[in-house]
């Protein structure tokens, strides 16, 4: 009925700060109970496919038969004119779901005259195309007034493949925003909440929660010590985490 009602996330910061929290995903937001978490912590808006549907689109080619990336671009740039357009100070949290393993065909890349190659190579560039218009539109007519952060979920099934020509794997991550000076090459999880209260000018004291963020110059963090005892300690049982349950 609840999820860490005792927790304070990044949306009831945000909420308490005059900001409008967005939820966007292809499918049911109920998923995973995700809508539990958002609506316990101060997401005034979440949109799954119901919406799509609503606004007359009919081909649902993602993973678990919800919208596109492509549909999913297209609709939330509308919803960031709307409140642009209104001066409101929004959080918008989009989940795409086309590069979900093993990959997702949109007809919106196939290209006149072409045989259709469907596997993850060719939904990865899909996605990329149309990240890429999404963010340059949004740059274009808004410059850095909105950040925009792209960050991915987790490693590819196959990332312990000893196959793999790669000796290091990581999870994508990118801040699209020139005004920024980040002092620090790596990153988990856990920083961006502090990052991102950094990057909305948040003032707090020296992090939130289990992360650092990498906008800040931290003269005793050693991160590699610090990455190893979490790494150590995560899983372990804490009465702490549990109060945050009651």
């Known amino acids: 009925k609840k ?4 927790a304070i996330c990044l ?5 308490h700060n005059g900001y409008k929290n967005i939820f966007i995903n292809s499918i049911s937001p109920s998923f995973q109970a995700m809508d539990i978490f ?16 609503e606004k007359g689109y009919d081909d649902f080619t993602s993973w678990s038969n919800g919208a596109n990336d492509s549909v999913l671009f297209k609709e939330t740039f509308k919803i960031v004119e709307k409140l642009k357009t209104n001066d409101q100070k929004f959080n918008i949290t989009l989940l795409t779901t086309d590069s979900h393993y093993p990959g997702y065909f ?11 190659k ?13 990240l890429y218009n999404f963010v340059s539109e949004i740059k274009k007519k808004y410059g850095e007034s909105i950040v925009i952060i792209v960050v991915g979920d ?25 005004n920024l000076t980040i002092y620090r090459n790596e990153m988990n999880h856990y920083d961006l909440f502090s990052t991102i209260l950094d990057l909305v000018n948040y003032p707090y004291d020296n992090k939130v929660g289990l992360g650092y963020s990498v906008l800040r110059k931290y003269s005793d963090l050693d991160y590699q010590k610090y990455k190893k005892n979490l790494n150590e300690n995560i899983e372990k049982k804490s009465d702490f985490y549990y109060e945050l349950w009651k």
Do not use: V
């Open 3 to 6: 999820f860490l009602p005792k």
């Open 11 to 15: 949306g009831d910061i945000l909420n």
């Open 38 to 53: 958002f609506k316990d912590h101060k997401y005034d808006t979440l949109i799954g496919k119901k919406y799509f549907l």
């Open 106 to 116: 949109d007809k919106n890349c196939i290209e006149e005259n072409k045989p259709l």
């Open 118 to 130: 469907q596997d993850l190579n060719f939904t990865i560039n899909c996605t990329a195309k149309h």
């Open 154 to 178: 987790h490693l590819m099934p196959d990332a312990n493949n000893k196959k793999s020509e790669l000796t290091t794997r990581s999870i994508y991550n990118r801040f699209i925003n020139s």
